[in-house]
């Protein structure tokens, strides 16, 4: 079991940027592909971004292509995710999810350790 907690969620202007955390504890870190997950009020939970467990293979969601990145600092047992260009629509709460595996996951079932979400808010 791995836990997860997350940081850097707040409020930003449209066209701004934040850097959300996700610091890691439990097993062995390294072993785990990550992701980011987020969910708007009203909406179902959806893939934001995962990569695998070297960091090397990345997934994003098509909304966020181009704007946000995801990485890993395997020595800091931490992921992160560079969000720019934010738009209202990136409103949501985002959950950092650790991977069952080490391979890169894209469904909610490919991940079994979740942090407890951090608000992201974004004004127009």
């Known amino acids: 079991q791995v836990q997860l907690v997350e940081s850097g969620g707040g409020l930003v202007q449209a066209g701004g940027s934040l850097t959300l955390s996700c610091a890691a504890s439990?097993?062995?870190?390294?072993?785990?592909?990550m992701g980011w997950f987020r969910q708007a009020p009203g909406k179902e939970r959806e893939i934001v971004a995962a990569?695998?467990?070297?960091?090397?293979?990345?997934y994003y969601a098509d909304s966020v292509k181009g704007r946000f990145t995801i990485s890993r600092d395997n020595a800091k047992n931490t992921v992160y995710l560079k969000m720019n260009s934010l738009k209202p629509e990136d409103t949501a709460v985002y959950y950092c999810?650790?991977?069952?595996?080490?391979?890169?996951?894209?469904?909610?079932?490919?991940?079994?350790?979740w942090g407890q979400g951090t608000q992201v808010t974004v004004s127009s």
């Open positions: 439990g097993r062995i870190f390294v072993n785990a592909a």
């Open positions: 990569l695998d467990w070297r960091g090397v293979t990345t």
């Open positions: 999810a650790a991977g069952r595996g080490l391979r890169i996951g894209v469904q909610e079932s490919d991940f079994g350790s």
